[in-house]
């Protein structure tokens, strides 16, 4: 048993969804498909959302509109009658949604994951049903009625345990009689049933829970990549493809910049110690990226990773000298706003952390305000350096800071993790600094 993931692109039109018929009858192993929503329809849905929220219904039925030509289009190209249908179903219900909700002027969360979902439940079902027509034995899967998650509408956690028992049920006899079974990614529902969606890019989560609780193999996540790089290389042409890398080196630069996995994506796999395999859809046997338990390599960096968009908060009070309990005060703050930090520094009166640039930075800083000083830097980057063993190999931070000399630093965090070093940079600044980086731990002496 094998679990594979297509991303969007994979999908984008007849041609590309032709390829993945190909890949997934490439051999006769049993396999369970996630799939993301056609490429442009998340976008789409997304817009139409902002559009509910502006009051703009006109606007929101165009979008709509868009995604019925492009998922129409895409089942005329395959000839699939079945998908025709379901297609029309699922945008009539969606068009129902929209006087609905602009009537309530409501956009809560919870209604917000409803729309969302319908590009996974399009695509699951058209590509379910045109593996059949090809004459593969699939069966599809709803996945509202397998993945179970909590109610943190927009971006859920799977339950585990409840999931395993649903695919158990549901899922495990499909395969008697079926050799493929696909269900769309990135969506769930929660104990009352609702719709609830797994934050974008949540497919990759999607397929990794459903690897564990199916026992695979192995785990194939398919875009149009040639897998996992040194950097980005729409920055760095020279960004060279990683051949292989450890479950914690794959988190890491998933949580700090790396766009070919869903941060949340190795945390299943992990529990399950299942490998993990980056393909590119285009050229099914090109070697890609395989992320296992172990890393191939040590004390060497293996990738540059950058987030951007970040906030640095800057909390001073001299009443954190000698005393305990502030820190606690000062993260309640950020739970109450439901806000993740990224990196901290703290020094005997000074912390300093790094959240997202969405943040609810007025109410934390108005917050934090009453009981110590608060400055806020915005447009800043984070860079981090990936590897195992970098904590405790010498040499690395020496060469890191000669290649960012006449780059100002603004924040540095080292310790936490053994296979992270990160610095913090004005954002203007972030092209040069990882071009430098790059250079210096990727190509700098290496024969051309």
């Given at each position: ?62 979008c709509?509109d ?11 190209e ?64 709803d ?44 969506t ?43 950097t ?20 890491e ?44 390599t ?5 990738a ?16 954190m ?7 606690s005060?000062?993260?309640d ?21 790094t ?13 934090l ?80």
């Amino acid at each position: 048993m094998k679990v594979l993931k297509f991303g969007g692109i994979s999908l984008r039109d007849a041609v590309a969804i032709k390829k993945v018929a190909q890949i997934i009858s490439s051999d006769s192993e049993k396999k369970f498909v996630v799939v993301s929503a056609f490429y442009g329809v998340t976008d789409l849905l997304s817009e139409l959302v902002s559009s509910l929220k502006n009051n703009l219904p006109q606007k929101a039925l165009e979008c709509i509109d868009k995604v019925e030509n492009i998922s129409q289009n895409i089942v005329s190209e395959l000839n699939s009658v079945n998908s025709s249908g379901f297609v029309n179903d699922k945008l009539s219900e969606l068009r129902q949604l929209v006087p609905a909700l602009s009537l309530l002027g409501e956009t809560s969360p919870r209604s917000i994951d409803k729309i969302l979902s319908y590009g996974e439940k399009i695509s699951s079902f058209v590509l379910a049903d045109y593996l059949n027509s090809v004459g593969i034995k699939t069966s599809f899967a709803d996945s509202e009625r397998i993945i179970k998650t909590d109610s943190s509408y927009n971006c859920a956690v799977v339950d585990i345990e409840k999931t395993r028992a649903k695919i158990k049920d549901i899922v495990s006899p499909l395969f008697s009689e079926n050799d493929c079974v696909v269900c769309a990614g990135f969506t769930g529902s929660d104990s009352k049933n609702s719709v609830t969606t797994l934050g974008r890019g949540g497919s990759d989560y999607t397929a990794s829970v459903v690897a564990v609780c199916l026992n695979a193999e192995r785990l194939e996540i398919w875009k149009e990549v040639d897998g996992i790089m040194t950097t980005d290389p729409r920055i760095i042409k020279t960004a060279k493809r990683i051949e292989s890398l450890s479950y914690v080196e794959a988190s890491e630069l998933a949580y700090f910049g790396a766009k070919v996995l869903h941060p949340k994506t190795i945390r299943p796999a992990i529990m399950a110690e299942i490998p993990v395999y980056i393909k590119k859809t285009s050229e099914p046997d090109f070697k890609g990226t395989v992320i296992r338990k172990d890393s191939d390599t040590q004390n060497e960096v293996k990738a540059v990773a950058f987030q951007k968009n970040v906030t640095v908060i800057n909390i001073c009070s001299e009443k954190m000298l000698g005393a305990y309990g502030f820190l606690s005060k000062v993260f309640d703050v950020f739970t109450r706003y439901r806000t993740p930090v990224d990196l901290i520094t703290t020094s005997e009166i000074n912390i300093s952390v790094t959240v997202e640039k969405n943040a609810d930075i007025d109410n934390i800083t108005r917050e934090l305000s009453t009981f110590s000083d608060v400055e806020i830097s915005q447009d800043v980057a984070i860079i981090s350096l990936v590897g195992e063993g970098l904590k405790f190999t010498s040499g690395i931070a020496a060469r890191c800071f000669l290649a960012i000399g006449d780059i100002n630093v603004l924040m540095v965090n080292m310790g936490a993790s053994e296979v992270n070093l990160s610095i913090i940079v004005e954002q203007k600044d972030m092209e040069n600094a990882v071009f430098n980086l790059h250079y210096e731990f990727f190509e700098k002496g290496v024969e051309k």
